[in-house]
């Protein structure tokens, strides 16, 4: 039931992810950050089965941040994109990984991007995109309302239309979601929407 979407605005990219680790029918908790920072300017989002996930996920940090000890130099959103793309194709005829991606970014030369990489290594270069049962009413929500060039302002007022609708609409909803941002200052959480919180178990 997971919930991930993205949009790029004028000299930003911001990505959303529900924070609930979910298997069958237990809800395990509410406040699991899905959205791993890549590096200084990139951010991944991802949903698909928690432990490929997890696996994947920091598999490619740790692929990334090798990349530029060894060179000296970051790889580019669109590099990231595509060395995260033939990982998944590699994989996908020997042990695929059950993993969707919104990768973003912002590089000096060509701004903020935002790509779409689906379990079957599939990419594309979006403006906005989602992935999980949420996609449903986010992607037409961002349909209705996003328009190219959108400040912060606009940008974070769509992201709360996408939630509340996704709450309101979506009978299992998760309940939390984390909002984070990429500009030209670097990648950073941004804000958390939150209806529920988890509950400290008490020491015997």
């Given at each position: ?6 949009l ?104 903020p ?10 990419l ?17 929500m ?21 939630i ?11 309940p ?18 939150q ?10």
């Amino acid at each position: 039931m997971e919930c991930v979407f993205g949009l790029v605005g004028n000299g930003f990219a911001i990505v959303v992810a529900d924070t609930s680790a979910v298997h069958s029918i237990l809800v395990h908790k509410s406040n699991e950050d899905k959205i791993m920072l890549l590096d200084s300017h990139k951010l991944v989002a991802a949903s698909g089965e928690p432990g490929d996930r997890v696996q994947f996920t920091e598999y490619i940090q740790k692929n990334v941040a090798l990349y530029q000890f060894r060179n000296g130099i970051p790889l580019t959103t669109a590099a990231a994109a595509n060395f995260t793309r033939g990982e998944l194709a590699t994989a996908l005829r020997k042990n695929p990984y059950s993993v969707n991606i919104l990768l973003a970014g912002y590089d000096k030369e060509t701004g903020p991007s935002l790509y779409y990489i689906d379990y079957i290594a599939t990419l594309h270069k979006l403006e906005k995109g989602a992935f999980g049962y949420g996609s449903y009413f986010s992607l037409s929500m961002m349909d209705r309302h996003y328009h190219s060039g959108m400040s912060v302002e606009e940008a974070i007022d769509l992201v709360d239309k996408c939630i509340v609708e996704i709450r309101s609409r979506l009978v299992v909803a998760p309940p939390n979601f984390v909002i984070k941002i990429v500009d030209k200052d670097g990648a950073r959480e941004y804000a958390w929407r939150q209806s529920v919180q988890d509950t400290p178990v008490p020491s015997a």
